[in-house]
């Protein structure tokens, strides 16, 4: 089984500013796919961002980035210009390609006003 | 937009009972999954199903089955429930097949208390 691992629990950040997710992943796969999925309070689980390992260029969504490490099996999601909607709990989630995905513990996001 | 409803937001049963829950997707994906969320797990798969009347099982199968009689529903049973199977269910579903790590779209959650 893939072992996705987010170190951090909670976060908080002020509105406008930055705050950075970490995620990690343990695989023996070359090609994989890697997500951000965003759970919004009482509001149902949305994509934010995928990231296909065979591809160097990191992904980009508006304000959201990712730093995609291949070597260092690190997969950072960057939240630019927080929004007080972008207060939510984040899972990172990783898949060999095939229907089935394993999901991090998740790291709930705070944004204050 | 991708549709996915689940057919309670609360749900309240006592132990032994036997429980469904149902989840429907309105965009003719072929693939349909059940997880359970909990604090610290993150989610967890149940049951996947990828076809009318195919399903596999997931990560944590045991104590539940699940039923695919249309392509749009997906039927979570707990067969006799218990205190343990109290969590947050929630339901998925992809357009591609088994060979493809296409985005889920995520029904609103049923939680499942059982006393």
């Known amino acids: 089984a893939q072992t996705v691992t987010q170190s951090q629990p909670e976060m908080s950040v002020q509105e406008a500013e930055t705050v950075t997710l970490s995620c990690t992943y343990d695989?023996?796969?070359?090609?994989?796919?890697l997500f951000w999925y965003k759970q919004p309070p009482s509001r149902q689980m949305i994509l934010v961002i995928r990231?296909?390992?065979?591809?160097?260029q990191n992904a980009t969504e508006n304000r959201f980035s990712v730093n995609f490490q291949k070597a260092a099996k690190s997969f950072s999601l960057k939240i630019s210009d927080s929004q007080l909607g972008d207060t939510a709990m984040y899972f990172c989630?990783?898949?060999?390609?095939?229907?089935?995905?394993?999901f991090g513990a998740g790291t709930t996001v705070t944004v204050r006003a | 937009d991708v549709k996915v409803t689940q057919s309670s937001r609360y749900l309240v049963k006592r132990t032994g009972e036997k429980v469904f829950l149902e989840c429907v997707q309105d965009?003719?994906?072929?693939?349909m999954f059940w997880y359970r969320q909990d604090p610290g797990l993150g989610l967890r798969l149940i049951y996947f199903?990828?076809?009318?009347?195919?399903?596999e099982k997931g990560d944590i199968p045991e104590g539940y089955s699940v039923s695919r009689e249309k392509k749009e529903r997906f039927s979570l049973i707990l067969e006799s429930a218990s205190t343990n199977q109290t969590s947050m269910y929630l339901c998925?579903?992809?357009?591609?097949?088994?060979?493809?790590?296409?985005?889920?779209?995520f029904g609103p959650g049923t939680r499942l208390t059982v006393l």
């Open positions: 695989t023996s796969e070359s090609n994989y796919y």
């Open positions: 199903s990828y076809d009318v009347k195919m399903k």
């Open positions: 989630a990783f898949s060999r390609n095939d229907y089935k995905l394993s």
């Open positions: 990231q296909e390992a065979y591809k160097q």
């Open positions: 965009m003719d994906h072929e693939n």
């Open positions: 998925a579903s992809s357009l591609l097949g088994l060979a493809a790590a296409d985005t889920q779209y």
